[in-house]
């Protein structure tokens, strides 16, 4: 999977939608819907992101103890699921603090 700059509120959509699609899935679905969507669309985009990743890497833990996944698989989904979660806690403090920064100006 190549690594992309991450440069806009689209891309950052983008970005974590590519990290969480399996390989061989195309990925320019994702930026045209995410360029045309508003701000709380990428939003809720990121964090179902968030919650399938999740879901990948719990399914993939699964078959790794009944036997019939590999553990190389499990780990790599587990760090996406990691990655993702993190890039999300991220965007969240940095949207926390504009907001404080927004009421501690002065009117």
Known sequence: MPIDAISTASSLVGATRAASRPAGQPA????AGAASGSF???????LQSVDRTAGEANDAIASMVRGTGDVHEAMI???RA????QLT??????????YQDIMRMPI
């Open 40 to 46: 709380s669309d990428s939003l809720v985009g990121v």
């Open 77 to 79: 989904a587990l760090q």
């Open 89 to 98: 806690v991220q965007v969240r403090n940095k949207l926390v603090q504009a």
């Open 28 to 31: 320019a679905a994702d930026t």
């Open 82 to 85: 990691e990655t993702t979660l």
